[in-house]
């Protein structure tokens, strides 16, 4: 394994101690293994691997398909709808998004003041949205693991508000 990692961006001051510990753990392990290796690819033999086949089965495994009747045809105000159906699909305007944009903004979370701002983080896993998703889930006496994307999350729910 070569010594040297190419990272995308420079490391924050405040990610040194992660980042050290983090190249400590990969620099320390080996890989095991016996005989030579192969490459299996089940899904089209004929053809061979193709990336269209594998995110097909990447976006399988993750979501269950785009939750759209569980935004679309619920009893809401059409601007609550949009906003549900932009931060489903990342589009909302989040550091990271900008970024994509090459608008070039400092990456971390205004709430938590930490972190990078995603739609994910901003809405499901920031300290502050955790501790609200709780109390509004503790209310009605609901006790959930979060979906790592608000897909997911959306997913996990469709169905339980009445059939769709």
């Not at 320390?28 to 193709?50: A, L, N, Q, V």
């Not at 009893?75 to 609550?80: G, H």
Request: aromatic letters at 14%; a positive charge; hydrophobic letters at 45%.
């Amino acid at each position: 394994m070569s010594s040297y990692v190419r990272f995308l961006r420079g490391v924050h001051v405040r990610e040194l101690e992660a980042m050290s510990s983090f190249m400590e753990t990969i620099n320390g392990s080996s890989i095991r293994g016996f005989g030579e290796d192969k490459m299996c690819w089940i899904p089209s033999k004929d053809k061979g691997f193709m990336v269209n086949d594998y995110c097909r089965i990447l976006v399988g495994l993750t979501i269950y398909g785009f939750p759209w009747r569980s935004i679309l045809k619920q009893k809401i105000p059409s601007r609550v709808a949009f906003f549900v159906w932009t931060v489903a699909l990342g589009k909302c305007l989040t550091i990271d998004n900008l970024q994509k944009r090459k608008v070039w903004i400092l990456d971390w979370c205004y709430m938590c003041k930490s972190n990078g701002e995603s739609v994910d983080h901003l809405f499901l896993h920031c300290p502050i949205s955790m501790d609200l998703w709780s109390m509004v889930l503790g209310l009605f006496g609901v006790t959930w693991v979060m979906p790592h994307t608000v897909l997911g999350l959306l997913g996990c729910w469709q169905g339980s508000f009445g059939h769709h």
